[in-house]
Each structure stands twice: as C-alpha cells, then as structure tokens.
C-alpha cells in the first residue's frame, strides 16, 4: 500500500494564538532594542535573545501533516517525523471534545502548533499533536493516548482501522 498523506491545516484558533504570540515576541524584542542605550547591555540582550529563541524552539516542533503507511502514523515535523506505530493501537476515534477543557502540562499551546502533555477528565494524560480541536481523532494504546488533527478525520479513521484490522490478522 502506498502511504497516504493528510494535511493539518490551522484551525481559526491556531492563527490567532500564533499571531499574538508572535505581536508579543516582536514587542519584546522591538523594547530589546531600543533599551540598549538604557540599560546593561545583557539585559537589552536577553530582552531581545529570548523570543527568537522562543521561535526557534518552536518551529522545529510545528505539525505540518500526518503520513499513514502500512505500519505507522508518520507526524510531518519541520525537518523530522515523530512515528507512531500502528502495534498494539487499540483504537482509533474521532472526538471534537478532545482538546477542549484541557491542561497543559507541558508543551505548546498556540505557536505553530499544539503540542505536547495534556491532562482532561475526559482522556486522562494524553500527547497532542494538533492543529485544529475540531478535527481531533483520539488514538488510544495500551498505555498511552494521542490526538492528532488531520485534515479529513473520517478518512484517516477508516483507513487506520483497516490497517489495523489487517495487522492484527497477519499476526495471528
């Protein structure tokens, strides 16, 4: 089978925390600059080091779609791929509620991308790795559980759990 590729497109949401974030980066940076003159010169450095190291640790780490293969869910990075087997997945569902409501424990919350350790009442302690809330799909294992967000749920979902199926039966 020939590997399937989804988009990830930003959700309405993504946009604007991506944007703000960046508007107040850039005023950091911009206050930075025009303090040099007015204070220690490490202080105006830091000022204005520390958001393009904030986006430069972002990037990296951003969602730029989802590779189904035979074996594996493929999560296009910027430069890399995170892999997530399709081994011992135990199930594979849409769930728009996913992202909603939850904690961020550790990760990204709106640069790029949302990214990282999650906590809600609803999946317990999950991974994201999104774009978009409204097209979440929960892929749950025997002890962890991950969110993706691509472009077509519906599709990814069937395909995954054909592929699933097809594993399970060639393992027995």
């Known amino acids: 089978m020939a ?20 508007a ?3 005023v950091v940076f911009v206050a930075g600059f025009f ?19 904030v986006v430069a640790g972002a990037l990296p780490f951003m969602v730029r779609g989802y590779v189904l293969t035979e074996d594996a869910i493929f999560v296009k990075r ?22 909603r409501r939850s904690i961020r ?7 790029f991308s949302f990214t990282g350790e999650f906590w ?3 999946l317990g302690r999950f991974r994201a790795l999104a774009t978009d809330p409204d097209r979440a799909i929960v892929l749950r294992y025997p002890k962890r559980t991950v969110v993706i967000t691509p472009h077509d ?5 069937m395909r995954a759990r054909t592929l699933v199926k097809h594993a399970e039966f060639e393992r027995r």
């Open 153 to 157: 749920p519906q599709h990814f979902i």
């Open 105 to 111: 424990i550790f990760g990204n919350g709106g640069l």
């Open 35 to 53: 303090a040099r003159g007015h204070m220690p010169w490490f202080g105006s450095f830091i000022l204005m080091a520390t958001p393009l190291a």
């Open 78 to 99: 910027l430069g890399w791929s995170t892999r997530l087997p399709l081994t011992n997945l135990k199930s594979v569902s849409g769930d728009v509620e996913a992202l």
């Open 24 to 26: 107040v980066l850039a």
């Open 3 to 22: 590997p399937i590729e989804f988009r990830a497109p930003w959700s309405r949401l993504l946009r604007l925390a991506t944007v703000f974030s960046i």
């Open 120 to 122: 809600s009442r609803r």
